[in-house]
């Protein structure tokens, strides 16, 4: 018999209609979306309104100049497909430049040298333009409006600003000028204004105005591939070298005829049957295969009766996210330039090999599979000490958690909430479904571009600079992203679509998720309620790359017993404060009925629906 939790009580009711749901990491980007929908939008372009405001309202977690994987199902189509909203390397972006040339071993984690082609506007104005009806003017009004006329401040964009107000200050001014603009760091609840971005999306909708929907959405994306979007982009890298985490400032690699040659692509997802769920992700140029080996391996253990926040759960969720991940970094890579093996790593003959080397103990070991002809195993780069968020000098993960935790007397290290983004999740009363991870181009990544109003992202951290590595940077190439939006059939028909924000920790809270509503049978909220955690194990996928073998993050809501049942079985653990763990959104599809639910930790993510 399924474990049944024995409190029913959830931080907020599971929402449950006929018509529409929605929920994101943002109240005021759900509340938009919701709108859409409530005046005749389908869920595609309330999910691209909803895109657009979550830059304004977030913007130290995603940004116009970032990038985001979609993963949706048209009713007209009739399947599930991939967006891939994922720019690829600048044509100057090359080993021999940064390694032989800058004298670098890793690509920086801020600064001009990491920006990829911004994704985002390319692959929201194909979804809208494909799937939607509305048109851009529509899409955009809430963005425009907020960034125009303010917005209250979270108290994580506070505290991000304040980390990097040195920096600013010192280094760039572009930025002090927008975060800093009445002298000093805007405190929580001010209501912010980026008149620069809202102009440069109002400039958009003007010049691209006039003939069919399609027409408009066609002339905006040429504005901003090739028009003066694009030119700004170019005229900033060429500009003055721009101080990043190396110490010494750079120009940027970015140009204008980088942003011209590439646009949003539609690709199919990645599939694997668990059960009554097909569980679909995107392709290996992220990192959501890794969701996908879990369940391969996890397939082999009987997680029914299992308290999902008991030992023996997150024993072997944690001991198979250590071989999924040890896989992400020796053969994840574009598929474009690189033959990635995924029929293999998802079958029972590969997966049952690795099933064996989960014990009853922790491993300290990166242990990745061999396939022969395929990977590179990643050199790990053990830290000494806790992993960090945003520093002073605006590199690490960006983070919505507060970065404290509370450890053992003997355990000087703290674990830490750290990697984040935005998320969300839309279905309506047709069927139609979105999901999707916006991120990159966060505050903190590089300088505003004072013409634009944003910054670029720095995705290209994520590369390698080893030419034999199947990550390894090169002209055109897509980064292995963290970024990981998911969707589950059941039974053959499109069921269930969530995510979250985390960077390396995505793909540890989604199988969590995943896991506790199907083996546990918690309803949507329920399962976002319940106590999580993430390893450190592996190497971060963001600058400095290092690793932690053997940490567990836990929150503190996990029971005393199960800590210690965890350190008995050799875990390195650390326990976080009580809501500390993962940012999940949900939204699922059952006949007619539309349920949603939203992650209360950090008080911002909200679901709505009737």
């Known amino acids: 018999m399924s474990f049944v939790t024995p409190d029913p009580f959830t931080t907020r009711p599971e929402i449950d209609g006929t018509f529409g749901v929605v929920a994101s990491t943002h109240w005021i980007a759900t509340a938009v979306g919701m709108g859409v929908l409530e005046r005749g939008g389908n869920a595609f372009d309330a999910g691209v309104a909803t895109a657009f405001v979550l830059q304004v309202v977030e913007p130290h977690l995603n940004g116009p100049g970032g990038d985001v994987p979609v993963i949706l199902h048209d009713v007209r189509v009739g399947r599930p497909q991939v967006v891939c909203g994922q720019g690829p390397a600048p044509q100057a972006a090359t080993i021999t430049h940064l390694r032989d040339d800058l004298g670098l071993d890793l690509v920086p984690g801020t600064g001009l040298l990491a920006p990829c082609v911004p994704g ?7 979804i809208l333009r494909d799937h939607g009806t509305w048109r851009l003017a529509d899409v955009l009004e809430a963005a425009i409006g907020y960034a125009r006329d303010g917005f209250p401040l979270v108290e994580r964009v506070s505290a991000t600003i304040a980390t990097v107000e040195g920096l600013f200050r010192e280094h760039w001014p572009s930025s002090a000028r927008v975060y800093l603009k009445d002298g000093g760091v805007p405190a929580p609840g001010t209501l912010f204004t980026n008149p620069a971005l809202a102009e440069t999306y109002a400039r958009i909708v003007r010049e691209a105005a006039g003939g069919t929907r399609e027409q408009e959405i066609e002339r905006a ?22 101080m990043d985490v190396t110490g010494t400032p750079h120009r940027g690699l970015l140009t204008g005829a980088d942003m011209a040659a590439w646009q949003a692509s539609v690709e199919d997802p990645i599939g694997y049957e668990y059960g009554r769920y097909t569980v679909l992700k995107a392709g290996p140029w992220t990192q959501g295969l890794a969701t996908l080996q879990q369940l391969a ?3 082999g253990f009987s997680l029914d009766g299992l308290d999902p926040a008991g030992p023996d759960f997150i024993h ?17 890579g574009d598929p474009a330039f690189v033959d990635v093996p995924v029929e293999t790593l998802l079958s029972e003959t590969y997966n049952a090999e690795r099933r064996r080397l989960v014990g009853d103990t922790a491993s300290l070991e990166q242990r990745p599979g061999t396939i022969a002809g395929f990977g590179k195993a990643l050199d790990a780069r053990v830290s000494d000490g806790a992993r960090t968020a945003v520093g002073s000098t605006g590199a690490g993960e960006p983070t919505v958690g507060r970065i404290a935790a509370t450890v053992p007397p003997d355990d000087a290290r703290s ?14 009363r047709h069927g139609n479904m979105i999901t ?16 634009l109003g944003f910054c670029l992202g720095t995705r290209a951290q994520m590369f390698v600079l080893d030419e034999a590595h199947p990550a390894a940077l090169a002209p055109g190439k897509r980064p292995r992203s963290t970024l990981s939006p998911t969707m589950a059939l059941r039974d053959g028909a499109p069921y269930l679509a969530w995510g979250s924000p985390g960077g390396d920790q995505q793909d540890q809270w989604i199988p969590q998720f995943f896991l506790r509503h199907v083996h546990a049978g918690m309803n949507l909220q329920a399962a976002i309620d319940a106590p999580a955690w993430h390893t450190e194990h592996f190497p971060s996928s963001f600058w400095p790359r290092t690793a932690r073998p053997g940490v567990v993050v836990v929150e503190n809501r996990v029971s005393p017993d199960t800590v210690a049942e965890l350190r008995r079985r050799g875990h390195v653990v650390e326990v976080g404060s009580d809501w500390s763990e993962g940012r999940l ?12 639910a939203a992650n209360p930790r950090g008080m911002q993510g909200y679901a709505a629906g009737r």
């Open 415 to 428: 674990g830490v909430v750290r990697g984040d983004t935005v998320h969300f999740d839309i279905i309506d």
């Open 120 to 126: 985002t506007f390319d692959a929201y104005m194909l």
């Open 221 to 242: 994306r040429r504005i901003w591939s090739q028009g003066f979007v694009a030119e700004a982009i170019d005229t900033f890298c060429r500009g003055e070298p721009v």
């Open 316 to 332: 072997l969720q944690v001991e198979c996210a250590k071989l999924a991940f040890a896989d992400r970094d020796t053969f994840y």
């Open 585 to 596: 959104t949900a939204a699922s599809r059952d006949g007619r009925r539309l349920r949603a």
């Open 436 to 451: 999707a991870t916006p991120s990159g181009g966060w505050l903190q990544s590089s300088p505003v571009i004072p013409a």
């Open 297 to 299: 391996l996890l397939k």
